[in-house]
């Protein structure tokens, strides 16, 4: 096997053509897969393109995966820790490697990571595989006794394998109330409806939509600041997606419009089978009408109903996601120590949490047994 490194967008352009040819070889690849993907996040994201490195590893068919990650220096109880992980970004909120479907990871990695004292110079401490899906090949990892696997936030999703009608039955009984209310109340708007932006030019023409909606609320400029709209890099790194998806149909703007106005909006990537819910947004001068739930009731039925995906894959789990009643992925990341110094201590504090972490809950658990019973006025 052979292993290659490339750097930067200069590095990942050069690649281009094997990311193609590999990606069409994955049995399952996702949106975190695709090269327009990691080409939006350098462009936009990266402060320092430069720091990600893309390892290409090649055998006699040809490429067999493809490993983008970070180099970098954490000051860790006052040490340097060397670390190799992948790439960290609010807006990128899962992660993996690119592989052929016939893959050893651990025979893979293991010559990886002799080639990087050998070949590559790049010394390390620790190792992070964060935000991985169970689906993630470098879950084999956890095997070794270096490694440890920490659970991150699950990530919520609906399975579109019934009817919309079987599936509304199976949710509370408040909820679905509450939906019936919203349902009646859009209908008594003027102009009211469900309409999705897709091809190229709509999507052009209705980005601002979105980024207005996603600004209107708590995230604007009074609020918490973190709209897209109000980031630059953001707006760019959004625009570039729909540029690098919309030409095989992989990216869409849903929309709930009521009076000649635009009250809810999504923002989503699609792959084979999936769609990905990376934001949703709606005017809260609305709020009575529901407007997300509704557009979310929407973007099921165009799985359940119409077959358009089998999954409606909500990439977080939100506490609004809870009344949909979805199930979830384990996210996790794997780390892996090194046998440095640094790295040895890394592995101890790991251990040590990992074996008090049950007898601190044991302990709380026995406390609230003697907690006194409040007294009734």
């Not at 590999?22 to 350098?42: D, E, I, S, T, V």
């Not at 390892?55 to 995966?65: K, S, T, V």
């Not at 709209?229 to 990216?251: G, I, N």
């Not at 990376?278 to 557009?295: F, H, N, V």
Request: hydrophobic share 40%; aromatic share 12%.
């Amino acid at each position: 096997m052979h292993i290659e490194l490339y750097r930067g967008i200069a590095g990942l352009e050069k690649l281009q053509s094997d990311w193609s040819n590999l990606f069409a070889q994955a049995k399952c690849p996702r949106f975190y897969h695709a090269y327009g993907w990691w080409l939006a996040y350098l462009r936009h994201l990266e402060a320092k393109p430069g720091s990600v490195c893309f390892f290409l590893f090649r055998d006699a068919r040809g490429p067999l995966a493809i490993l983008p990650v970070k180099h970098s220096i954490r000051w860790w109880y006052g040490l340097p820790r060397r670390e190799i992980a992948f790439p960290e970004h609010p807006h990128m909120p899962l992660n993996d490697m690119l592989y052929r479907e016939d893959l050893n990871v651990a025979a893979l990695l293991s010559q990886w990571r002799e080639s990087l004292r050998s070949e590559h110079r790049l010394d390390w401490d620790m190792m992070r595989f964060g935000m991985t899906l169970p689906e993630s090949p470098l879950r084999d990892l956890t095997q070794d006794s270096a490694a440890t696997m920490r659970e991150d936030p699950p990530c919520s999703y609906i399975a579109c394998d019934m009817p919309y009608e079987q599936l509304f039955q199976g949710l509370s009984k408040n909820f679905k109330t509450n939906l019936k209310k919203a349902r009646n109340r859009l209908g008594k708007a003027a102009d009211a409806d469900y309409f999705v932006a897709m091809e190229p030019a709509d999507l052009e023409r209705h980005f601002e939509d979105f980024l207005g909606v996603e600004a209107s609320g708590w995230k604007g400029a009074a609020g918490s600041g973190t709209a897209i709209a109000l980031h630059p890099a953001l707006k760019s790194f959004y625009h570039e997606l729909m540029y690098q998806f919309a030409p095989q149909r992989r990216v869409c703007i849903n929309f709930l419009r009521a009076e000649n106005q635009i009250i809810a909006a999504c923002f989503c990537l699609r792959d084979d089978d999936t769609l990905y819910v990376l934001k949703i947004a709606y005017d809260e001068t609305r709020a009575k009408l529901s407007p997300g739930q509704l557009l979310m009731e929407r973007i099921i039925r165009d799985g359940t109903d119409f077959g358009k995906y089998r999954y409606v894959n909500l990439v977080t789990d939100a506490a609004w996601h809870q009344d949909w009643q979805p199930r979830r992925f384990d996210v996790g990341t794997v780390r892996l120590t090194n046998r440095t110094p640094i790295g040895l201590l890394t592995q101890l504090e790991i251990s040590t949490r990992q074996s008090v972490k049950p007898l601190y809950h044991r302990i709380i658990a026995r406390c609230r047994q003697f907690r006194p019973e409040k007294s009734v006025a």
